[in-house]
């Protein structure tokens, strides 16, 4: 009897055992879920909104270029030398030949809000700063504060004329344009064909013409007129 109690007292220990060292299999482990708001999900969210801002919406390319300005990028290169500069223009012009006494520069015509006229041939004795644009272009959106600054300077100058041309040719959209950015510099358009050495179709385009009808200075592509560099070089123009 007492070797059946044993017996069974023994089995009863196995059993418990075995129990004991049987392990229940754990579920598999799941990948943790990534996040759809990560940072690194929104750096390239607002970098890709970015790119198309800049793509489709011509002010806010024309708002980032002006901060850039502000930083001291797009600066024109002004001409440190004015004597330099008309010397080296009356050797260029003393090499055309031309069968009449008329100016080497070529002329052109411009039409204001009032269709008035006016020509480049009848500017000579004014320094003359012609610029031409569009409404739809970011580069010359991104200019047009600087070159309000620098119009500011000299509106009261009679011998200085600012000529801000619309390439398209279209007076109203350009008017209501200047209007909406409350800035209040003359508007022009085409009146003739213009040449080359004026405007050869990049937008924008700046020319700065001395007082004998001269250029002394094209850049195409926008700029910070609002310079003092620039202010100083008009100035010395006028002398």
């Known amino acids: ?6 017996i069974q007292k023994e089995n009863s220990s196995f059993v418990n055992m075995a129990i004991e060292n049987t392990h229940t299999p754990k579920p598999a482990e799941q990948a943790p879920k990534k996040k759809l708001l990560s940072f690194s999900n929104l750096i390239t969210a607002l ?7 800049m793509v489709f919406i011509p002010d806010f390319k024309g708002w ?9 990028l797009f600066q024109p290169d002004i001409p440190e030398n004015v004597s330099q500069i008309q010397d080296s223009n009356t050797r260029s012009t003393n090499k055309i030949k031309t069968s009449s006494n008329q100016a080497a520069i070529p002329d052109a015509a411009f039409l204001d809000g009032a269709n008035n006229t006016i020509k480049l041939s009848e500017l ?3 320094v003359v700063f012609l610029n031409f644009w569009a409404t739809w272009c970011p580069p010359c959106i991104a200019e047009m504060p600087a070159i309000q600054k620098l119009y500011n300077q000299f509106k009261d100058n009679k011998n200085v004329q600012f000529l801000l041309v619309d390439a398209d040719g279209n007076y109203a959209k350009s008017f209501a344009f200047m209007k ?3 800035l209040t510099m003359p508007v022009f358009i085409p009146a003739s064909a213009i040449p080359d050495v004026y405007f ?4 924008p385009t700046t020319v700065i013409l001395d007082k004998t009808g001269r250029i002394v200075f094209s850049h195409s592509g926008a700029a910070d007129y609002g310079n003092p560099k620039v202010t100083e070089f008009i100035n010395k123009l006028l002398k």
Request: glycine fraction near 12%; hydrophobic fraction near 45%.
């Open 180 to 182: 909406k950015k409350k």
């Open 124 to 126: 000579k004795g004014k």
């Open 47 to 53: 970098l890709i909104c970015f790119a198309l801002a």
């Open 1 to 6: 009897m007492r070797l059946v109690t044993n």
């Open 64 to 72: 980032t270029m002006q901060g850039l300005m502000k930083v001291g």
């Open 200 to 203: 050869s179709g990049s937008l």
